[in-house]
C-alpha cells in the first residue's frame, strides 16, 4: 500500500478511492528508499500507538511528532492530517483482515459436513480475525474509530465487501439454485453479522469466546436451516 523528488519518493496510489469528504483521506506521496520508508512507517506506528494511550480526540500531528521525534514539514510531506493516516491505518488493518478470509475460503471454511464442523469453521474464522486486530499497532482503536468517524466510514462500508467477496463463488456453488442477488444479499447479511460480533468482542473482551461461539453457531444454524428450505422447494 501504503513525489517525485531526490530523496527517492514517488507518489502514492492507495488502492481503494476514498468517499468523497471535506478532507483528504489519501497519503500525499509513499516512500520508495529505505529512509523514507523508515519514517514513513514510524508515523504509522506512534499514531497507531498513541491512539490507545490518549484516544481519538487528543490525537494531534503535533503529538504524533513529538512522539516520533520528526518535524512537522517531515509528517505533512506525507500526510496531510490526523484523518489521512488512520485512513492508512485503517486500509491496512481490514486489508491483512480481508487475506484472512480469503485464506479461510480457499482452505475450505464454507464447506463443512456437519453443523459442529460448521461452527468450529467460524469460529476459527472470528478467532483469527480478532488477533490480527489485536496484534496490529493500536487495532483494537483502529477499529473503533473506522467505526465511529463519519469521515472513515468509507474504509469499513469497502472492508465489507471485499470480506463478502472470497465467499460469494463459493455460494454459488453450494445453492446452484438461487438468484445471483440472493446469493449477494446472503453473504452481505452474513458478513455484516460477523463484523458486527467481531467489534462487540473487541468492546467486550472478558466476553469474546462467548461472543465468538454464539455467532458461530447462528450462522451455522442459519445455513443449514437454508439448505432444508431449498431441499424442500
Not at 128 to 140: D, H, I, T
Request: glycine content about 6%; hydrophobic content about 40%.
Amino acid at each position: 500500500m501504503p513525489g517525485k523528488r531526490s530523496s527517492g519518493i514517488k507518489k502514492a496510489s492507495g488502492k481503494r478511492k476514498p468517499e468523497a469528504c471535506d478532507v483528504e483521506l489519501e497519503a500525499k506521496v509513499a516512500p520508495s528508499q529505505d529512509r523514507a520508508r523508515i519514517t514513513f512507517e514510524k508515523i504509522l506506528t506512534v499514531t497507531g500507538e498513541l491512539l490507545g494511550e490518549v484516544g481519538f480526540e487528543r490525537l494531534s500531528t503535533n503529538l504524533i511528532c513529538k512522539h516520533a521525534g520528526i518535524t512537522p514539514p517531515a509528517l505533512y510531506w506525507y500526510f496531510p492530517n490526523k484523518y489521512a493516516i488512520l485512513h492508512e491505518l485503517g486500509e491496512r488493518l481490514t486489508s491483512a483482515q480481508e487475506k484472512i478470509v480469503t485464506n479461510w475460503v480457499e482452505e475450505g471454511g464454507l464447506e463443512k459436513d456437519s453443523f459442529e464442523e460448521t461452527v468450529q469453521s467460524f469460529m476459527t474464522l472470528m478467532s483469527r480475525v480478532n488477533e490480527q486486530s489485536k496484534a496490529f499497532p493500536g487495532g483494537l482503536w483502529v477499529i473503533r474509530v473506522i467505526r465511529v468517524t463519519p469521515r472513515l466510514k468509507g474504509v469499513r462500508v469497502a472492508s465489507r465487501e471485499h470480506y463478502a467477496a472470497p465467499a460469494f463463488a463459493k455460494l454459488q456453488e453450494a445453492y446452484p439454485g438461487l438468484p445471483e442477488e440472493r446469493i449477494r444479499l446472503i453473504t452481505r447479511l452474513v458478513t455484516d453479522v460477523i463484523y458486527a460480533a467481531a467489534e462487540l468482542a473487541i468492546d467486550e473482551p472478558e466476553d469474546e469466546m462467548a461472543i465468538i461461539f454464539d455467532t458461530s453457531v447462528m450462522i451455522a444454524s442459519y445455513y443449514e436451516k437454508l439448505r432444508e428450505f431449498l431441499r424442500k422447494t
